[in-house]
């Protein structure tokens, strides 16, 4: 599902705490189809461009744009029934029930809104076979009957991933997705995104350079909120300013 049409973007995205502007007049273009990576030191604005991208925050100024559609007054719920997910946003992990049971309340939650005790035995077999399916995408199906709160770190932020999945989403919005990870748990959530990136957009916040270039097909550089750069990793990583401010070289 490569093609270049975009997806998402923003014009003059401003976010002015009290005086203080954490993003400044950004343009972002997220083409669909693509894994596109938002980088940049600390304090540089990503979380709260994720956070205006989900309306978790109003901006101050400018406008988003998500399928051509203007979804900056929008509520959060909105967004997200739109396609536009952040994971671990609405897809809470219950962490005392299993992974299947996880799995399988985040597709009922999806498809019927809320809990339904009356559903046919059929419906929720259908559940079932949806939930298994999820949970081997994302290499989960040898701890289908493990505790949420039991996982190993890194299973159980496949866990959320598969949750978020359930809520089927064209656009996928991935905060810092190795964070605390060791190298073999890095490796298996890099091949994972690969994965949903298959037919799927992805946006991530990722401080990990090496999983940046293995993924990424667009960076966005952001320093004291405002883009420094964008391109692939081999542009972006020999931008002199880039350099100088992200990297410190
Ligand atoms: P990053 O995710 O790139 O580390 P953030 O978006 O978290 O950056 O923060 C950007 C800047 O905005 C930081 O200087 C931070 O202190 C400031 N900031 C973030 N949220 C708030 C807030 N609610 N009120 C005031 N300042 C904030």
Redesign the pocket.
């Known amino acids: 599902m490569k093609n270049n049409d975009i997806i998402l973007s923003t014009e003059d995205l401003t976010k002015d705490?009290?005086g203080?502007v954490?993003?400044n007049g950004v343009d972002l273009q997220v083409k669909r189809g693509t894994i596109h990576a938002l980088i940049?030191?600390?304090?540089?604005?990503?979380?709260?461009?994720f956070n205006l991208l989900t309306k978790f925050l109003s901006p101050s100024r400018g406008r988003i744009l998500f399928k051509g559609e203007d979804i900056t007054a929008l509520q959060p719920a909105d967004v997200a029934r739109l396609g536009l997910v952040r994971s671990f946003q609405i897809s809470a992990v219950f962490p005392h029930m299993s992974v299947l049971e996880n799995v399988r309340i985040a597709l009922q939650r999806q498809r019927g809104g809320s809990f339904d005790f009356w559903r046919s035995a059929s419906t929720l077999n259908e559940f079932n076979d949806r939930a298994l399916e999820l949970i081997a995408d994302v290499g989960l199906s040898s701890f289908a009957d493990w505790v949420a709160v039991e996982l190993p770190y890194g299973r159980k932020r496949a866990l959320e991933i598969a949750t978020t999945l359930a809520l089927d989403p064209e656009m996928l919005l991935l905060d810092e997705p190795t964070a605390g990870m060791g190298h073999e748990d890095i490796d298996r959530i890099a091949q994972l995104i690969k994965r949903v990136a298959a037919d799927r957009t992805v946006l991530m916040?990722e401080h990990n350079l090496s999983v940046v270039s293995d993924l990424s097909d667009t960076i966005t550089v952001?320093t004291r909120?405002r883009v420094l750069a964008e391109g692939n990793y081999e542009t972006v990583s020999t931008n002199p300013d880039v350099r100088e401010a992200y990297m410190g070289v």
């Open positions: 705490f009290a203080f954490a993003v940049g030191p600390n304090g540089a604005g990503k979380t709260t461009c916040v952001l909120g």
